[in-house]
């Protein structure tokens, strides 16, 4: 387990318990330390040092499906983290 595994283990809605890293496979609501919210899949890959990124995706009658970035949101920052 690394020490950023071990960093974001914090937040258990986040992590996966048998894998190293953030667990992408449910979508998440980080709440930050100033209030603000984002919502997504988070992005293990691209999460790392410190940084989370989430994926969302948007999607309305007149146009496709699209995705969007949030972060990367410090570990600092974060405040909570609820599994969807």
Sequence with gaps: MTLWSWAWSRFPDLVHEQLPGVNETHEVRVTLKNGATRIGY???RRT???KLVLLSTASGASRPITEKESGPLSIDDIAEVKRL
Excluded: K
């Design 48 to 50: 790392e040092g410190g």
């Design 42 to 44: 988070p992005d293990n």
